[in-house]
């Protein structure tokens, strides 16, 4: 086998993919805010904990520091405008609720409010906050959860993997795709032990990790019914709200197809929470690159 070489990188960040959260915090003159965390993660199952990691010069630290509670607001497709927005805008200076035309709700136990268009929402009671260096961590309680019940299917199950939801990774937004096996699939009794071997072990397999060698081997054409998963053009067409996820100008925009970009649209049209009401006019949204720095 092909000997892999590696090179060292400074000592940093580098888990990927992450999810973008919008923090949705309360703020005592009605002026709420909203900041993008991507250093957040589930930190324990029982009791529910999270945390976030929040640089003490963010806007958002002193109101999350103050009302000792936030609001995680999962990220969608069509939230991704907002997501950025709202890690790239502070709230010092604009109302990001009102510029990007997003709901409040009143959060049922927190003063934080829920950002309605948000498909999952999770109530949080700070517990303790870690000062660490750059960033503090809030670590949090989860007192209460909201979903969108056009989620939850007909036999009650939580079909989150078809919000459309987005990742970070590097420096970029993802959109989640190809599902690829489920939890404990590795040892279900329905893969067959020669399938799994020549699927996932890289002795009986040389060109596996090599791209050129075995072009198809990742690629969407080829193995899309390996494990029975049907081809998943309707998979965001499943719920009984069928419209919701799809536009009628815009069938194939949740279903694969050879045009790969679908997945990773960055025009206007397609951020329906990225614009001021009174900017619909516009021919382009204004836009607010990223700048390179640390998180
Ligand atoms: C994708 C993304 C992830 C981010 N993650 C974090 C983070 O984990 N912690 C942090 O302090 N800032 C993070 N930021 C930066 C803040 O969201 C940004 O500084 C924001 O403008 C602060 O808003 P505020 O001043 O209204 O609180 C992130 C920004 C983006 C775009």
Redesign the pocket.
């Known amino acids: 086998m092909k000997e892999i070489q590696k090179q060292n990188f400074k000592p940093g960040n580098m888990i990927y993919p992450l999810p ?1 959260v919008m923090i949705s915090v309360s703020d005592e003159l009605e002026k709420d ?8 993660g589930t930190i324990c199952t029982n009791p529910p904990m999270v945390s ?4 003490p010069s ?4 002193q109101l999350i520091k103050k009302s000792k509670d936030f609001v995680i607001n999962l990220t969608t497709e069509e939230l991704v405008f907002a ?2 927005y ?7 200076d604009v109302d ?1 609720f009102k510029e990007l035309n997003l709901t409040k709700k009143k959060a049922d136990i927190v003063k934080a409010p829920l950002i309605v268009e948000s498909p999952v929402n999770i109530e949080c009671k700070v517990t303790k906050c870690l000062e660490l260096g750059s ?1 503090n961590m809030f670590i949090a309680e989860v007192v209460a959860v909201h979903v969108n019940t056009d989620l939850i299917d007909k036999n009650g199950k939580f079909q989150l993997n078809q919000s459309g939801l987005v990742a ?1 990774s590097h420096g970029e ?1 993802f959109l989640l795709g190809k599902s690829l096996g489920k939890f404990g699939f590795s040892v279900a009794k329905d893969l067959k032990q020669n399938e799994k071997k020549d699927k996932y072990s890289k002795s009986e397999d040389k060109g596996k990790y090599s791209k050129s060698n075995d072009k198809g081997k990742y690629g969407k054409s080829n193995d899309k019914d390996k494990y029975g998963k049907p081809d998943d053009k309707d998979k965001y067409r499943k719920l009984d709200d069928k419209g919701k996820y799809s536009k009628s100008d815009d069938k194939d925009k949740y279903s694969k197809s050879d045009d790969k970009d679908k997945h990773y649209r960055n025009k206007e049209k397609d951020f329906k929470y990225g614009r001021k009401k009174e900017n619909e006019n516009e021919k382009k949204p204004p836009k607010y690159p ?1 700048k390179k720095r640390g ?1």
Do not use: F, Q
């Open positions: 973008p805010n909203i900041i993008t965390i991507a250093w957040a976030i990691s929040v640089r963010r806007y958002s630290y997501t950025d709202c890690g790239v805008k502070s709230g010092r990001k960033h970070y937004y990223m998180r």
